[in-house]
């Protein structure tokens, strides 16, 4: 199906079907269980089968729908955030609707063939011997065990169900709070094992002296990082020879004091963060009057940045670009005091060395010279004819074709009295002039690089993030940018473009995909129960999923990601499906003995294998995904940390909270015996 779609096995599509693995183990657990169950209850194999299938084939069916319409959300993303999950969730629900036909066709038929010749009847004693067989006649006393203290606190939380259900869905309340102090980040840092270190020189440096420059700061970078973690170094000093180098590079180059030092760290190194850290407080400190920042090095972050150089980039949007440098470089120095902000700079430079040259029209005039020929001569002289004029050789020996540009040797103009002696010639003048007859040179100051968005000219602030989430980073510029709208010049205008736009409007799009999941889910169970409580009871486990997720992100300082919200969503789908199996048991056995505390509790203690089982299942395929092991691991971490979380508070939610629940709303139907009467009748009928 994924190829079908055009997807690939890469990734994301395989971190789809690690997220599902849980839920398709499930899906054949419950059916083989089920089928168990109903072999225990004396009947002959190929009945049993045939019951113990049909019993949970419209919940698993109901579940399985739940759990692959929860990730409709993904389809609501926009840019890049799209391509990553949508993959990813494709993947998922094509495993879900394959695991299922699976588990009602494939399993059931194994099991017939399989399990022919194998006792089941109550009663029956099995005379093998070994270890395994040992282990795991010790495995079912001791979950017999635990199913018996299960249904003792049950029995305590169905006595004490006006004090249990308030304070358990309290407790879930009030977790939820822990939200807002989770930071949010659109993407988790990734420890690629490597630094993109920029280096800005003074505005106009030559590119020897940047060199000299780069060389000592190098020296220092090998001074900071130890010869066991550092690999090598590659430095990129001035602009590129291209100018298709320079449209499609993200290093922020403007001329030839900039600089790029790249640096690569060996397997088993610190980590990359501590080093930038380091630098970030030595370079500067070291190196006064010299810029430094750090950009994105790895694939994931530069794609998120949409060519950016930083996460945060502050556009200044207007035709006033003097007005609207002052207010930059004033918006930028506040920056630099918002907690986390770090590496705060304005892009634009307006301090460009230049050589102004007004021609004198008399003077011109009268050696037959215009301002053409003026300009065009000294273009050529300092930059070549190559583009004004270009010519071309033809090798007879290889039939390559080289460009002849004419040019002044670089070392000859290397004061001002050489540029002001260079010679000015035009077609049809009998001598050349030297500029300095026909015109005035004069120092100047400009641009030296100018920015357009949409066409109107930008001035830019950039700014990364150290030990603190993005989201809080650009609440505290929000609030900056607020305190100067008023004193924008006319016309100007402030936003904030980067990858924090893309993370709010991947978040709204999460946020309202997942309340419309919700009500899908909903809706699916009333139509499937054919009643609206019967539904509201399912999903009262969804609290508790919620509060476990808050939980494990905060306890394993977590921020809230795309990832982390992936990981919540499958969390809901799961507890929705377990909530499923046992509200749909209990409601039959509620048929069948019209009596709510014994349904419930029938329902909690058949339903309690199945459920650990895909709780436990899921929890320990995420171990290795929240550990963040591996190159990159650090990518989907918070998404196993969220499951994990998650299933373990809705597990108890299902075991405890749900079927408390549902014995309170069909508490009309109770027979006149307490719980102790129940629990005697149903040892004497046994």
């Not at 054949?28 to 002959?44: F, M, S």
């Not at 930059?328 to 907690?339: D, G, M, Q, S, Y």
């Not at 035009?426 to 690089?449: C, D, F, H, Y």
């Not at 700014?463 to 505290?476: K, P």
């Amino acid at each position: 199906m994924l190829s079908a779609l055009g997807e690939t096995i890469n990734v994301m599509t395989l971190g789809g079907l690690a997220l599902a693995v849980g839920i398709l183990v499930d899906d054949a657990t419950v059916t083989i269980e089920n089928i168990e169950r109903n072999l225990a209850l004396g009947k002959e194999l190929h009945q049993a089968i045939l019951d113990g299938a049909q019993e949970i084939a419209v919940p698993a069916f109901v579940s399985t729908l739940c759990i692959s319409i929860v990730f409709l959300p993904m389809f609501l993303l926009q840019g890049v955030a799209r391509y990553l999950f949508v993959p990813l969730a494709e993947a998922v629900m094509f495993a879900m609707l394959a695991s299922y036909l699976l588990s009602r066709t494939l399993v059931p038929t194994l099991v017939f063939y399989l399990m022919r010749n194998h006792r089941h009847q109550l009663g029956d004693t099995d005379s093998k011997t070994g270890w395994a067989h040992g282990f795991h006649v010790g495995f079912v006393k001791m979950f017999d065990r635990f199913g018996e203290w299960y249904t003792a606190v049950l029995e305590k939380c169905l006595l004490h169900r006006k004090l249990f259900l308030p304070a358990f869905l309290g407790v879930c309340l009030l977790s939820l709070p822990l939200a807002l102090v989770l930071g949010r980040d659109f993407f988790p840092d990734v420890d690629a094992g490597q630094i993109r270190l920029h280096v800005r020189t003074k505005t106009g440096m030559r590119l020897e002296d940047t060199a000299k420059i780069v060389g000592l700061v190098e020296d220092r970078v090998r001074q900071t990082i130890p010869a066991a973690d550092l690999d090598g170094i590659l430095d990129n000093i001035g602009l590129p020879i291209s100018g298709i180098n320079l449209s499609y590079s993200n290093g922020g180059f403007i001329g030839s004091m900039d600089a790029e030092v790249l640096i690569s760290l060996k397997e088993g190194h610190r980590p990359t963060a501590d080093y930038i850290r380091l630098l970030r407080a030595r370079l500067p400190r070291d190196f006064v009057g010299t810029g430094f920042f750090f950009q994105p090095a790895d694939i994931v972050s530069q794609i998120l940045n949409f060519g950016a150089s930083a996460p945060i980039d502050v556009q200044i949007v207007g035709n006033n670009l003097a007005g609207n440098a002052t207010i930059a470089a004033e918006l930028a120095e506040k920056i630099r005091n918002v907690p986390g902000a770090a590496d705060v700079r304005v892009h634009q430079l307006f301090n460009q060395p230049r050589f102004s040259v007004d021609v004198d029209r008399t003077k011109s005039q009268l050696t037959g010279l215009t301002e053409r020929d003026v300009a065009n001569s000294v273009l050529v002289a300092l930059s070549g004819s190559a583009q004004t004029t270009p010519n071309f050789w033809l090798s007879p020996k290889n039939g390559i074709s080289y460009t002849i540009a004419t040019q002044a040797p670089q070392a000859r103009i290397d004061s001002l009295d050489a540029l002001r002696t260079l010679p000015v010639t035009a077609a049809g003048t009998s001598q050349p002039q030297l500029l300095e007859n026909i015109s005035e040179l004069k120092r100047s100051a400009g641009p030296a690089v100018m920015s357009h968005y949409n066409i109107q000219p930008v001035v830019d602030i950039y700014a990364n993030v150290q030990d603190r989430d993005l989201g809080a980073v650009a609440s505290g510029i929000d609030t900056l940018i607020a305190g100067v709208q008023k004193r924008l010049p006319r016309g100007s205008s402030v936003v904030m473009r980067g990858q924090v736009a893309t993370m709010r409007s991947s978040f709204a799009g999460l946020a309202l995909g997942v309340m419309c999941a919700v009500i899908l889910v909903y809706l699916l169970i009333v139509i499937n129960f054919q009643s609206w409580t019967t539904a509201l009871i399912i999903i009262t486990a969804l609290p508790g999923a919620l509060a476990g997720i808050c939980w494990s992100l905060f306890l394993t300082h977590t921020t809230l990601s795309v990832p982390a919200l992936m990981g919540a969503i499958m969390s809901i789908g799961v507890a929705t499906a377990n909530s499923i199996l046992m509200v749909s048991f209990a409601n039959d056995r509620l048929v069948a003995t019209g009596d709510a505390i014994a349904a419930t509790l029938e329902a909690g203690r058949t339903r309690l294998r199945p459920v650990i089982m895909t709780a436990l299942a899921m929890i320990i395929g995420m171990v290795p995904m929240a550990l963040g092991l591996g190159e990159g691991g650090e990518q989907n971490a918070p998404l196993g940390r969220a499951v994990i979380g998650g299933l373990c508070a809705a597990t108890m939610a299902t075991l405890f909270f749900v079927p408390v629940v549902f014995s309170f709303v069909h508490r009309k139907r109770l027979h006149p015996l307490d719980i102790t009467a129940t629990k005697s009748a149903e040892h004497e009928n046994v």
